[in-house]
């Protein structure tokens, strides 16, 4: 069995029911999440080794996360104790011309405050295949970004597989320093870069020609340039993929992607989701997909994305961070069994 170590921030998530305003809630709903641990838990569920790797405080909330990780399959025994805090990130879904809203308080958090030296790599990285982390991480503070980079140089040098999504959060970058500054160092030590529509641009400025997000169709080629000229930046890179949505409305979008391997570019199939459930976390249950492919389908990229996109399609009707899905329900998706009748 393959296994996969993930780096990252989770926090308490605390959503309004429904579809209330901030200003209608008088309750939320708590859930764990965080795009690390979203891969890590996509991943066990489809059976592989994945361990989480953080920094939570030593509290009873940061105890019922890990508890709640390890219920779903994920190993933790290397997260380390220290800080105050664990973050926090209130939820406001959107409908129709509404869109989703996304408020943080996660200033001063236990892994903001993380070290390099606070985690042994080498240890962590026994018998791992595969590191996979986000432009998030190095966004929350320096110690993050250059724990990070500990983490990636310690992967390359033990051979590991190393992939990234490139994430970008524009409310994040506070500390000082620019994504475009920070994420070049850590991507050029990664074999797979995933991002969507809009990560190359605002990162590192590349861009596909005559793309609206907004016409709520998108021609899957034009992407072939983006992933090419990351892939020039980037020469450890084999691999690049990129998310496609449109955005007809926040409860209606297309969904696709596609993955360049430095001569075929492959396209999945589109999704038209309507009547979303649940957006966030979309893009992490694309990675886990991708993880999961990649490992399973070694010499067939178009079966490796189609998993990743069929995945993060089904993701969208799962309330709350996690993917909670399995191969078999991503694999019917594959096949064309999107009825939605009952399994009996």
């Given at each position: 069995m393959a296994k996969v170590i993930t780096f990252g921030e989770i926090m308490l998530r605390l959503a309004t029911p429904g579809h209330l305003r901030f200003g209608?809630?008088?309750?939320?709903?708590?859930?764990?999440?965080?795009?690390?641990?979203?891969?890590a838990v996509s991943l066990a569920n489809y059976g592989i080794d994945a361990e989480f790797i953080t920094r939570l405080p030593d509290n009873d909330i940061a105890r019922a996360c890990l508890c709640e990780l390890r219920g779903l399959g994920v190993e933790t025994r290397h997260c380390v104790k220290g800080?105050?805090?664990?973050?926090?990130?209130?939820?406001?879904?959107?409908?129709?011309s509404r869109a989703s809203k996304v408020i943080y308080d996660r200033a001063n958090s236990a892994v903001s405050e993380i070290r390099p030296g606070m985690i042994d790599w080498d240890e962590v990285f026994k018998g791992a295949d595969w590191f996979h982390w986000t432009g998030i991480t190095p966004a929350i503070s320096e110690g993050a970004a250059q724990t990070c980079l500990e983490a990636i140089q310690a992967a390359n040098r033990l051979g590991i597989t190393v992939s990234c999504d490139l994430n970008f959060r524009k409310k994040l970058w506070k500390y000082g320093k620019t994504a475009g500054e920070v994420m070049p160092e850590l991507v050029k030590g990664c074999d797979v870069i995933i991002g969507n529509e809009e990560d190359a641009e605002k990162v590192f400025g590349i861009k596909p020609e005559n793309f609206n997000v907004e016409q709520g169709v998108i021609d899957n080629a034009r992407f072939e340039s983006v992933a090419r000229q990351l892939m020039e930046k980037f020469p450890k890179a084999k691999k690049v993929a990129i998310t496609l949505r449109g955005s007809v409305n926040a409860d209606h979008n297309t969904w696709s992607s596609v993955m360049f391997n430095g001569s075929e570019l492959v396209s999945a199939r589109t999704y038209d989701i309507s009547d979303i459930v649940d957006r966030v976390g979309g893009g992490d249950s694309f990675c886990g997909g991708l993880i999961?492919?990649?490992?399973?389908?070694?010499?067939?990229?178009?079966?490796?994305?189609?998993?990743?996109?069929?995945?993060?399609?089904?993701?969208?009707?799962?309330p709350g961070d996690y993917n909670r899905v399995t191969v078999a329900e991503v694999e019917a998706l594959m096949k064309g069994d999107g009825s939605g009748r009952v399994s009996r």
């Open positions: 209608q809630a008088d309750s939320f709903e708590v859930t764990f999440g965080g795009g690390e641990a979203n891969v800080g105050d805090r664990i973050g926090i990130y209130f939820l406001e879904t959107g409908a129709v999961y492919g990649l490992l399973t389908y070694p010499e067939d990229d178009s079966k490796a994305l189609a998993f990743a996109t069929a995945a993060s399609c089904l993701k969208h009707t799962i």
